[in-house]
């Protein structure tokens, strides 16, 4: 049994969940479940970043304190997140006293170190994405990611010597080459490294909401560097009794790639400072493009359908939870870019699930109950699909380990074709009750229990609901795959269920 800290980022309080949160966070959820799965020490930690300028404007547009702000929109994330069947274990806000603990002691020990000085900020500034631009790396002036007009800025700020690290990190990307992964996004944090590193700005003093700095009354920390250290903050960094040992050298941050440059090279460089090794791992994902126009009734005044105009119940309401859980693992590789469209789902739902898993599992209940007295047989040792289930969990083991939800769900999806060709192959609803016709219906029950195992951490309710209508009792993952992924494990004169249509095909 092994460890596994998977985190999200902390999502923003100046607006509500959208689709694109959905996607960071049902990926984070499955990687836990499956990692829950295969026996490891699991410790799933999401949460909402609260404090910064463009939470304090979105208060004020609200006629609310950023207190009241907070409260309220963190409230519809985890709203949001129950929807989704998000299974977390921890849920941070950064305006919790322990996090107040966690990131002042964590930044006086880079202060005690000597990594930070102050002095004053001359330059260009997004409220949006709460960072510094040069007018270099800037579009004309304009931020690179908004298109807005940049801020220009004067103020005293306290810095971090983050020029100080890069042999260090350069060094430390060269002994851990999968420290950022996927390649192409190790490479890009690698090459921003390599250009040079310059000081950053860690402290405001033109706003107050934010931790306040310990030995600077006058300051608070900039919200990124508040944010980050939330990882920690779960672990309970800076307590008498922390789980930093035991949890730090297990842990995963899964983001996205516009904030690349925050958790490849700041982060690190802000935990040597402290005296603390790196996380383990950082897996970068790309973004979703929308396609299609019948995903949201919200248009842009150009007409155009924005992802953040999506909330993810709308879609739930239309497909259910765990249609839409589905799409989102299996339709895009997680470090690419992909499209979100209406057809997209449509697609998916109609040809995976409805088509071959929903068919399967109601043709199979069908046979049992007009053939076999509605109990269901016991798979036979030899089974032809015993080789199928046994390649498809090895391969579905694999993709899960290297963050690749959609070729493991590929995986698990051609056992559901070896077993629906199995049953197009014998026909077992034209044969005669009898010994043969029981050994296939045990076989293609077999490879149903295996299924609802290997899927159950991207549709946990679904699978649960397939465990019931074969009689199982429990629910897929009440043992861990080294227990139930083993074949032959179906308990003959079990009551199999068809019941409803698992998915109704949608037009």
């Not at 463009?54 to 004020?60: N, Q």
């Amino acid at each position: 049994m092994g460890r596994f800290y998977i985190t999200t980022p902390i999502y923003y309080v100046n607006d509500v969940p959208h689709v694109g949160h959905a996607y960071t966070t049902v990926n984070a959820d499955a990687m836990a479940r499956w990692h829950r799965l295969i026996g490891d020490d699991t410790k799933f930690l999401t949460g909402t970043d609260e404090h910064g300028q463009k939470v304090a404007d979105a208060a004020a547009r609200h006629g609310v304190s950023p207190q009241q702000w907070t409260d309220q929109t963190s409230a519809r994330f985890r709203e949001t997140w129950d929807a989704l069947s998000i299974r977390y274990d921890d849920f941070i806000r950064t305006t919790e006293p322990r996090h107040y603990r966690s990131v002042q002691k964590f930044l006086t020990a880079i202060y005690d170190n000597g990594y930070m000085y102050k002095d004053v900020y001359r330059g260009l500034y997004c409220v949006s994405c709460e960072d510094y631009y040069t007018l270099e790396s800037s579009d004309e002036g304009r931020c690179p990611v908004h298109g807005r007009m940049l801020t220009e800025m004067e103020e005293e700020n306290w810095f971090f010597r983050l020029s100080a690290f890069e042999d260090r990190l350069l060094a430390y990307y060269a002994d851990h080459p999968d420290f950022v992964t996927p390649e192409t996004k190790r490479n890009e944090a690698y090459a921003f490294i390599k250009g040079g590193l310059h000081d950053i700005s860690i402290t405001r003093t033109s706003i107050s909401w934010g931790v306040p700095v310990p030995w600077d009354d006058r300051h608070v920390f900039y919200v990124w560097y508040d944010a980050l250290i939330n990882y920690l903050t779960a672990l309970g960094y800076g307590d008498e009794h922390d789980e930093v040992a035991t949890w730090w050298p297990a842990s995963h941050h899964l983001i996205g790639k516009e904030i690349i440059r925050f958790h490849g090279v700041w982060w690190p460089a802000m935990c040597m400072a402290a005296g603390l090794e790196p996380p383990a791992h950082v897996h970068v994902h790309g973004w979703l493009l929308i396609g299609g126009q019948k995903l949201s009734k919200t248009m842009a005044a150009d007409g155009a359908v924005r992802l953040t105009d999506i909330a993810p119940t709308v879609l739930t309401d239309e497909f259910g939870v765990d249609a839409l859980r589905y799409y989102l693992l299996r339709d895009t590789v997680l470090g690419n870019d992909g499209e979100f469209s209406h057809e997209g789902i449509t697609q998916r739902y109609n040809t995976d699930l409805a088509n071959n898993l929903g068919n399967l599992v109601a043709r199979v209940a069908s046979v049992v109950a007009t053939k076999c007295g509605g109990l269901g047989p016991a798979p036979t040792l030899d089974s032809p699909l015993r080789v199928s289930a046994q390649e498809a969990l090895r391969d579905t083991r694999e993709a899960w380990e290297r963050f690749a939800p959609h070729a493991a769900l590929e995986a698990t999806w051609r056992l559901i074709g070896a077993t629906n060709a199995y049953l197009e192959s014998t026909s077992p609803w034209k044969m005669e009750p009898g010994v043969a016709l029981e050994g296939v219906m045990g076989d293609a029950l077999e490879a149903i229990r295996l299924v609802s195992v290997m899927a159950s951490p991207a549709m946990p309710d679904v699978c649960r609901e397939i465990w019931r209508r074969l009689g199982l009792d429990g629910q897929p993952g009440d043992e861990t795959i080294e227990v139930s992924g083993h074949w032959g494990l179906y308990p003959p004169g079990r009551p199999v269920e068809k019941g409803e249509p698992l998915f109704p095909r949608r037009a």
